[in-house]
């Protein structure tokens, strides 16, 4: 149950993030359902298009790439995706010893930090339509580099 209930808390900002961004209340809507079908099945794939609809609904709204509620929906998204992936597995009424959670724990972490290195990267690259091979291979240089060094920690 506890698993479940940090699905619910991890939608939460992605919720508000899509709502304060919004004109309307369908995205609130639309992530209050998935969320509700994610938490009552979390090995289906209603996690997916949960990730899927916020990742999309961020990418085609208004302002700066790089804005706070990208950055702050960029480690929800991936919390419900832990989240509902170990939901998936661990039965309802287990209890959950907080040492279970060490390892999950620390690849979220190694992951999000490897995501705000790229991103603050990426803040430097110059955008528009001459942008340059140079910069976007540096970029995936960056990301392969970064990758690396966290499979090796």
Same mark, same amino acid.
């Given at each position: 149950? %506890?698993?479940?209930? +940090? #699905?619910?808390?991890?939608?939460? =900002?992605?919720? $508000? ?9 369908? =995205? ?12 009552? !099945? =979390? &090995?289906?794939?209603? +996690? ?5 609809? /916020? /990742?999309?609904? !961020? ?9 706070? &509620?990208? %950055? *702050?929906? #960029? @480690? /929800? %998204?991936?919390?419900?995706? *832990? ?7 661990? =039965?309802?009424?287990?209890? #959950?010893?907080?040492? /279970? ?9 190694? *992951? ?10 990426? +803040?430097?690259? @110059?955008?528009?339509?001459? #942008?340059? $091979? ?5 970029? &995936? ?13």
């Amino acid at each position: 149950m %506890l698993m479940r209930l +940090a #699905i619910v808390l991890a939608a939460l =900002p992605v919720a $508000l993030v899509l709502h304060l961004e919004s004109s309307s209340i369908a =995205p609130l809507l639309i992530v209050s359902a998935l969320t509700v079908l994610t938490a009552l !099945m =979390p &090995g289906s794939a209603c +996690a997916a298009l949960l990730i899927g609809y /916020a /990742a999309l609904a !961020m990418a085609f709204a208004d302002g700066h790439p790089l804005r706070l &509620g990208v %950055l *702050v929906m #960029i @480690p /929800a %998204l991936h919390l419900i995706h *832990v989240t509902s992936a170990l939901a998936a597995v661990v =039965p309802v009424k287990t209890k #959950i010893e907080p040492a /279970a959670l060490k390892a999950p724990a620390r690849r979220f972490a190694i *992951v999000q930090v490897i995501t705000f290195v790229v991103t603050a990267f990426a +803040a430097f690259v @110059p955008s528009g339509a001459g #942008i340059g $091979l140079v910069e976007v291979l540096g970029l &995936g240089a960056l990301t392969v580099v970064i990758g690396v060094v966290a499979l090796r920690i």
